[in-house]
């Protein structure tokens, strides 16, 4: 359409994470980029990111954790919904960790002169795509882009030194809060660890690093000066946003952002017009798909990928994990569902709980009622079906309008392997019977309360095996003897 074409969009991006710090303040085990974040590892997001840039190519530099962390890439498959292709995913070691040029340093001979590096770190999690992109748009394939943020209290962190006041000064520096002059640490403008470089110009400029400076480090930040002395433009693309650029170094700092992602969450949600009780009390832990009209109480948590079809409503506190949730069923208060890898399935209409427990491979149909203190496993309810107290069925077909009655079970291990119940439609299961598996009820028959059943039935019919009921009229009960 337009004759002009931007370079940047031309030039290929390689991003290079740094993740290879040891992550000391949060005294753990695990390393800091594993640390999860809204379910994923902070490293997670970043390569989420990255993937949204459809990057050429990742180059993850590697050090404390290596092993663990390079296994974590790895695995990575992308946010649901989120990233079309999938990344190439390099390594770079970094033993020792010298600093962040010397990080950078490892990860340039696995890059090509030809395109431009965006520089990140493994432990900022929420950077946007669309932070990233202008940031390339102010590189354009040509000039050194810095992302930056003025802060209240830019303590600890590099200041940009430009030549003189106001925004539109030329950049000449980035000074370290522990090299900077009094008169440089008043300066609120800082680097926020994330930058977009040409490639063949880093490689040039990485080469000319020494660590001078008061923590013997090699710092990528000194690339600036090299720059400018070299004419090249340099460009602080300044955002407002502190939370992009924040980094995780403590359980303090983990917490905080975990605040701000689900604040994050929230907001998109209910933008899209769903209905939060409370979006302070509200926890999204994977990818959460909304219809129309759906209303979510106080203290839930959704995790894995869940959709909730149009007019859903979940009540307080419910933890519900890997499912698929059709237009308007309602799940009561504490309710726990969780799919795992064979997901669970509630119908249109269906009413679960309060407490009920819905395991992986449920698929409840239209209109099933599953009530209170109900487990249900493995299991498929035709539409229609009520287990509504105290029950438990695992591995069971149950066919439509099936009432399956109060602490009723399936019998379906028998210590070595699993096996099905098949109970037909309409049957009717009085309360505590006990289905001894594999067995078949045929379809209309009726289970008379307190029956063990281990043998398979004929459709119709009543079914009941227990005692015989005698009563003794002058029976009397035991007294105490008196002393
Ligand atoms: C860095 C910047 C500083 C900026 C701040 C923003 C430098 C010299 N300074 O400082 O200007 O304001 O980030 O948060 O770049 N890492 C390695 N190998 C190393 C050292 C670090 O992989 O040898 C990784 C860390 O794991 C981390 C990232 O690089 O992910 C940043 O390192 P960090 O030590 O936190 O740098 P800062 O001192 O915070
Ligand atoms: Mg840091």
């Known amino acids: 359409m337009t004759a002009l074409v931007n370079k940047s969009s031309s030039t290929p991006t390689d991003v290079v994470i740094m993740a290879a710090g040891k992550g000391t303040r949060m005294k753990s085990s695990l390393p800091k980029v594993l640390h999860r974040l809204g379910g994923h590892a902070l490293l997670g997001h970043v390569l989420d990111c990255a993937a949204g840039l459809s990057a050429r ?3 993850v530099i590697t050090g404390h954790g290596a092993i663990e962390v390079e296994a974590a890439c790895t695995r990575f498959q992308g946010f649901s919904g989120t990233s079309q292709t999938p990344l190439d995913i390099q390594f770079a070691r970094q033993e020792p960790q010298l600093g962040t040029g010397h990080a950078v340093q490892q990860a340039v001979p696995l890059l090509a002169d030809d395109g431009v590096t965006l520089v990140l770190s493994g432990d900022v999690p929420l950077t946007q795509t669309a932070t990233l992109q202008a ?8 000039r050194l882009a810095l992302l930056t943020l003025s802060m209240p209290d830019p303590t600890g962190y590099g200041r940009i030194v430009r030549s003189g006041p106001g925004a539109s000064a030329q950049v000449r520096a980035i000074v370290e809060h522990k090299d900077a002059s009094d008169a440089q640490r008043q300066i609120h403008e800082i680097y926020s660890g994330i930058m977009a470089v040409p490639t063949a110009l880093l490689r040039r400029w990485l080469a000319r690093l020494d660590n001078h400076n008061a923590q013997n480090e090699y710092y990528l930040t000194d690339i600036v000066k090299f720059a400018v002395a070299d004419g090249v433009a340099v460009v602080a693309h300044q ?18 952002l975990e605040r701000a992602y689900q604040q994050r969450r929230a907001v998109a949600l209910m933008e899209q017009g769903v209905r939060l009780a409370d979006p302070a009390r509200f926890d999204v832990r994977g990818t959460l798909i909304c219809g129309q009209d759906v209303e979510i109480d106080v203290n839930c948590l959704f995790e894995g990928v869940v959709t909730l079809g149009n007019g859903v409503r979940v009540g307080a506190n419910c933890v519900i994990a890997n499912c698929t949730i059709a237009a308007n069923a309602v799940i009561h208060p504490f309710t726990h569902i969780d799919g795992e890898k064979l997901g669970v399935e509630v ?19 239209a209109e099933v009622h599953i009530g209170n203190f109900v487990e ?3 299991s498929t309810l035709a539409k229609g079906a009520k287990a509504n107290h105290l029950a438990y069925l695992g591995d069971a077909t149950v066919g439509e309008r099936v009432n399956y009655g109060a602490g009723s079970i399936t019998a379906n291990y028998d210590g070595a392997n699993k096996h099905r119940t098949v109970i037909g439609d309409d049957v009717h299961i009085g309360s505590n019977c006990v289905l001894v598996a594999p067995i078949t009820i045929g379809a209309g028959g009726t289970v008379g309360g307190g029956t063990t059943l281990a043998k398979s039935t004929e459709p119709g019919g009543l079914h009941v095996a227990r ?3 005698i009563s003794l009229p002058n029976w009397k009960r035991p007294v105490k003897a008196k002393k």
């Open 347 to 365: 119908g249109e209409g269906a009413l679960v709980g309060p407490f009920a427990r819905l395991r992986p491979g449920a698929q409840l149909g």
């Open 376 to 378: 249900v496993k493995n």
């Open 57 to 59: 190519r990742v180059v």
């Open 467 to 469: 005692a015989k009921q």
């Open 135 to 142: 940031l390339m748009g102010q590189c354009d394939g040509q």
């Open 239 to 256: 955002i407002t946003d502190a939370a992009q650029v924040a980094g995780v170094n403590s359980p303090v700092q983990l917490a905080e």
